[in-house]
C-alpha cells in the first residue's frame, strides 16, 4: 500500500492505493516456475478491499491461472494477522484441492511475517519458512530455509506451506500482452463475512495509533578530494565526540 | 543465553514488574537449561528440538496451557516469528510482532513497531494474555544469573516437516548490539573481499562492521543477523558509518536512534544524504584508505 502523510505529521490511510508487496512478487514468481516445471495451475488469492482486484490482476500477468479475492467492506485491522490468516485460510479451502501454498516472508507494509505460519495450523499444513530454494518430487517438497543462526534442508509431504525470502528467485515484468490477457482470466469475489464462522478467532490486536516517523539530521556535505573530505569528516566526528581517538 | 535472549528477559522483567507478576525463562533444549535470568523452565518433549520452530512452539503451547502466562514474549528473528505465530494461532491468543517499548495499559500490552517501511510508527496493541515478538537490538541485554530450574515434562512432540541436514552453522555475535560505532556496508561494495575496508575501518574506530540486506541475503557475503534494518536488527551506536548504502527507507528504520549518521557514497542525490548528519560525496575505495590514513596519522 502507498502511503501518504498529512501536513499534521499523521498518516493518511484513506485513499492510498493497495499494490502487491515487493516480497509477494518471489512467492508469485516461485509458483510460476514451479507450474511450468511441475504442472498444475496457480490461484492467486488475496483478502483486501475491493481494489484489490488490481494486486490479483498483476499476479495473474505474471502467470497466476484464476484469482480469488475476499472483500473486507471495512478495511481489517491491518495488524490482526490472526484474523487475516482465518480468512485466507478459508479462502484456500473454498478454492478448492491444493498442493502448496506459498507466501512471502513479511508484508511490504506491516513487515509481520506472521500471515504465513499463522495460516498453517488453521490448515494443519506443515510449515517450511524463509525459503531459499524450492523442489518438488514425487509429492515430497524439500526446501532450504534460511534463519539467523543456520541454513537447513528440510523435507515435508504435499500438502504443505511456504514463505518465501527474497533473494529465491527474480521475479518477472509482465508483457503488455499478458497484462492484457490477464484482465480475462477469472477472479472470483467472496465478501468476508461469508468466511467468518463459529470457529473464526477473535479479534485481540488493534492498532491505536500511527505517528510518521520525522528525523532530523545536520546533513553537512563534503564534496572535494578523498584527502580533503575524509580530513573534514574526522574534525567533525572528533568535534561531536563520536571518535574515540 | 544468546544476545537476543538476554534483550527479551529485560523487556520481560519490565512488564512482569509492571503486572506484579513473576517472570520465567523459557527454555526447551537441556542444553540450554544452565541458562537464564531469574527461574528457568525448561519444557521437555523428551526430543532434541534443535531450533527447529515447529517443536519449539508445540512444546512452548503445552506449556503455557498449563502454566497460563500473561504474556509470552519471543525475540523477533526468523525463529522466533514463526513460533510466537505458530503459538499464537495455536493458543487463540492476540500477536504482536517486531514491537519495541512495549507496555502495560489497562489489561492490554501495547508496544512500537515501524510499518510502511519505516516511515510510521505504529502503536499496537493486543489482549491479555498475548504472544509478542520483540525487535532485535532495542532493550538492553540482561546479564545472567539463574535462581531456579524448574522441568516441565509436555510429552513427545510431532514433528511435521522433517530436516534432512544443516548447510550452514553460523556463531551468534553480539557485535552490533552495544556497539558504539558500526560502520556498515552496502552494494557500493563490489565483492566480498573488499569488505575489509569497512571491517579495517571498524577497527580503527573501536567498533563493529554491520550491512544492509542484499549484502547478507542476496549475496549471502555476511551473516543474516548482521543485516540492519526492517527485516533485521535495530542499532543504537554513537556513530553509523554507511558506506555504499543508498539508504532506502527500510534500512534506515533500523538506525534511526544512532546519535551521528556519517555516510560515503559516490550519488550526491543518495537518498542517505538526507538521513546523515556528515556525508561524503566519494568512491569509497578511495575515501576509506584516506580516512584510515589519517586515523593512523
Ligand atoms: C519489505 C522490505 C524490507 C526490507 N528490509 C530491509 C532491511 O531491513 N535492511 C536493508 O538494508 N534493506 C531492506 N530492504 C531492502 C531495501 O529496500 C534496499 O533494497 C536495500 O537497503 C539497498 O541496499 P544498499 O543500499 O546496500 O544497495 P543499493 O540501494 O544498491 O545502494 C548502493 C549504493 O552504493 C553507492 N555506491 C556504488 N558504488 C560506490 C562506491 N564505489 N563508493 C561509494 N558508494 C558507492 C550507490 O550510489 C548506491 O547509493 C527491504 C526491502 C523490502 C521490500
Ligand atoms: N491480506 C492478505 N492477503 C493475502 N496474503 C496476505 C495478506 N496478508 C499477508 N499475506 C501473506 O502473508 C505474508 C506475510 O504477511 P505479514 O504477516 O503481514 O508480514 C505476506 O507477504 C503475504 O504473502
Given at each position: 500500500m502507498e502511503l501518504r502523510v498529512n501536513a499534521s505529521g499523521t498518516p493518511d490511510l484513506s485513499g492510498a492505493p493497495s499494490k502487491m508487496s515487493t516480497f509477494d512478487k518471489n512467492a508469485v514468481e516461485e509458483s510460476i516456475r514451479l507450474k511450468e516445471s511441475s504442472g498444475g495451475s496457480v490461484t492467486i488469492i488475496t483478502v483486501g478491499r475491493s481494489d484489490a482486484k488490481k494486486t490479483v490482476k498483476e499476479a495473474l500477468a505474471m502467470g497466476g491461472d484464476r484469482g480469488y479475492l475476499v472483500v473486507v467492506v471495512a478495511e481489517p485491522d491491518p495488524h490482526d494477522s490472526l484474523t487475516t490468516a482465518y480468512l485466507l485460510a478459508r479462502a484456500i479451502e473454498r478454492a478448492g484441492p491444493f498442493d502448496l501454498v506459498l507466501c512471502a516472508e513479511g508484508s511490504s507494509d506491516i513487515y509481520a511475517g506472521q500471515v504465513g505460519p499463522m495460516l498453517s495450523e488453521w490448515l494443519a499444513l506443515p510449515f517450511l519458512g524463509y525459503v531459499r530454494k524450492v523442489e518438488i518430487k514425487d509429492r515430497v517438497i524439500r526446501c532450504e530455509q534460511t534463519l539467523e543462526e543456520s541454513v537447513r534442508v528440510l523435507e515435508a509431504e504435499l500438502p504443505a506451506l511456504v514463505s518465501v525470502v527474497s533473494e529465491i528467485n527474480e521475479p518477472r515484468y509482465p508483457t503488455l500482452l499478458q497484462i492484457m490477457q490477464a484482465s480475462k482470466k477469472p477472479i472470483e469475489e467472496v465478501g468476508s463475512e461469508l468466511l467468518i464462522d463459529g470457529r473464526a478467532p477473535p479479534?485481540?490486536?488493534?492498532?491505536?495509533g500511527m505517528t510518521a516517523h520525522a528525523m532530523s539530521r545536520k546533513r553537512v556535505i563534503f564534496e572535494g578530494s578523498p584527502e580533503a573530505t575524509s580530513r573534514k569528516l574526522v574534525e567533525a566526528l572528533r568535534s561531536e565526540g563520536v571518535l574515540k581517538r | 543465553m544468546n544476545s537476543v535472549a538476554r534483550e527479551v528477559a529485560t523487556a520481560g522483567r519490565e512488564l512482569a514488574e509492571s503486572l506484579s507478576g513473576e517472570q520465567l525463562f523459557v527454555v526447551t533444549e537441556r542444553s540450554r537449561a544452565g541458562e537464564g535470568a531469574g527461574k528457568v523452565l525448561l519444557v521437555d518433549g523428551g526430543e532434541e528440538v534443535e531450533g527447529d520452530p515447529d517443536l519449539i512452539a508445540e512444546a512452548l503451547a503445552r506449556a503455557a496451557t498449563k502454566k497460563r502466562p500473561s504474556a509470552i514474549l519471543v525475540g523477533a528473528t526468523r525463529t522466533g516469528r514463526i513460533v510466537a505465530a505458530r503459538l499464537a494461532a495455536k493458543l487463540r491468543l492476540g500477536c504482536l510482532s517486531d514491537v519495541y517499548r512495549l507496555r502495560l495499559q489497562g489489561t492490554s500490552i501495547v508496544g512500537d513497531r515501524d510499518v510502511f517501511a519505516g516511515k510510521v510508527v505504529a502503536e499496537v496493541k493486543a489482549d491479555l494474555p498475548c504472544v509478542a515478538t520483540v525487535k532485535v537490538g532495542t532493550y538492553p541485554m540482561m546479564s545472567e544469573g539463574r535462581t531456579g530450574l524448574e522441568v516441565e515434562e509436555v510429552g513427545s512432540l510431532h514433528r511435521g516437516?522433517?530436516?534432512?541436514?544443516?548447510l550452514e552453522k553460523r556463531e551468534s555475535t553480539t557485535d552490533l548490539r552495544g556497539a558504539s560505532v558500526i560502520v556498515s556496508a552496502g552494494?557500493?561494495?563490489?565483492?566480498?573481499?573488499?569488505?575489509r575496508l569497512a571491517e579495517d575501518l571498524a577497527k580503527a574506530l573501536g567498533g563493529a562492521l554491520g550491512c544492509s540486506r542484499p549484502l547478507s541475503s542476496?549475496?549471502?557475503?555476511?551473516?543474516?543477523?548482521l543485516h540492519i534494518g526492517l527485516t533485521g536488527v535495530t542499532v543504537k551506536p554513537s556513530l553509523y558509518f554507511a558506506l555504499?548504502?543508498?539508504?532506502q527507507l527500510q534500512h534506515v528504520a533500523g538506525i534511526k536512534e544512532s546519535k551521528v549518521i556519517a555516510a560515503v557514497n559516490?550519488?550526491?542525490?543518495?537518498?542517505i544524504f538526507q538521513v546523515a548528519d556528515y556525508g561524503i560525496v566519494g568512491d569509497l575505495y578511495q575515501v576509506v584508505p584516506a580516512i584510515l590514513e589519517i586515523l593512523k596519522g
Open positions: 479479534r485481540l490486536v488493534t492498532t491505536v | 516437516v522433517r530436516l534432512v541436514e544443516t552494494r557500493g561494495f563490489r565483492t566480498k573481499e573488499d569488505l542476496d549475496y549471502g557475503w555476511l551473516p543474516e543477523e555504499g548504502i543508498s539508504g559516490t550519488d550526491r542525490d543518495a537518498p
